[in-house]
């Protein structure tokens, strides 16, 4: 109950307050920090995925902003060897403000990491931006096959008929790419599943599911229950190693990051960074509420 009152007070707690928390979970203010980060984690053993922080603009000069911000990353991450690719939501371009401009944007940002024979994955988002973000992803994988991949979320009973859906995009020599994982926005229950068993079952369900159509897939969780699954999912179809990775967020579980890696298996960690990481932040706190406990420790332990 401590911890469910902290996630609930967070929002409304001054921001140099919440970095205390939040600084273990974000990059980094700008690209220059994230990009050092991204170097630590490459060391490691570790693929990246770099991600501005920004969603839900509510003007189109933001938009062009945030294309802009994008492009230069893509640049500096490019010019520093950094290994790994580039992730955005498209409400940062002005999805629910205008799909064609919000194309036009982020066409414009796989275009460039496409020139670097790079990729994009485009995250989805809450549940009206679902059917938009599909159309976005289906549209921009036609001109760029190898080049864009789309986030899909386990908890939304219609996921598994999505992916039915789309498996005209899958082909031997280029197979759609997705990342898989369990979903964080709060959504209602006629259209989602709550308990955290069903959650599971159905994000292996659906994992399986790519799996039996040779489908890549970015397994995305810090759950052990679902790492088990997976891996006994991988042995059971003899999945080849280019065929998926595990994917995690940075700062989070990393003795469990570490397992899968000792055991052979690629990770990718998802590297968010810039200014707008204080509502990045109060989400993830909303969605593990353990995490206060981390916000009392960091107040006793700051000096």
Aim: aromatic share 12%.
């Amino acid at each position: 109950m401590f911890n469910k009152l902290i996630a609930a007070l967070l929002p409304y707690m001054p921001q140099k307050f919440v970095w205390l928390f939040s600084k273990r979970y974000v990059a980094g203010l700008d690209i220059n920090n994230a990009l050092e980060n991204c170097k630590a984690l490459n060391k490691e053993g570790m693929l990246v995925t770099l991600d501005i922080l920004g969603e839900f603009i509510t003007t189109l000069s933001e938009a062009e902003a945030n294309t802009k911000e994008y492009i230069e990353a893509i640049e500096k991450a490019e010019q520093q060897n950094i290994q790994g690719n580039y992730s955005l939501k498209p409400t940062m371009f002005g999805l629910l403000l205008d799909k064609e401009i919000c194309y036009n944007h982020i066409r414009t940002i796989v275009a460039k990491a496409a020139s670097y024979n790079n990729f994009v994955r485009i995250d989805m988002e809450d549940s009206p931006c679902t059917d938009l973000e599909i159309e976005l992803f289906r549209k921009l994988k036609k001109e760029f096959p190898k080049n864009v991949g789309l986030v899909l979320q386990a908890y939304l009973k219609r996921t598994k008929k999505d992916i039915e859906n789309m498996l005209d995009l899958n082909a031997a020599d280029i197979p759609v790419n997705y990342r898989l994982c369990k979903g964080i926005y709060v959504e209602p229950a006629d259209i989602a599943y709550k308990g955290y068993e069903e959650i599971i079952q159905h994000f292996l369900n659906d994992l399986e599911y790519m799996f039996q159509n040779k489908i890549y897939v970015g397994i995305a969780t810090h759950d052990k229950p679902v790492v088990d699954g997976a891996l006994k999912l991988i042995e059971k179809y003899n999945v080849p190693k280019n065929m998926y990775e595990f994917q995690m967020l940075y700062g989070v579980t990393p003795e469990l990051r570490k397992t899968i890696i000792d055991a052979g298996h690629a990770m990718r960690v998802y590297v968010p960074y810039g200014i707008k990481w204080f509502a990045y932040c109060t989400r993830r706190l909303k969605e593990n509420p353990k995490m206060a406990g981390m916000i009392i420790k960091a107040l006793f332990n700051k000096g």
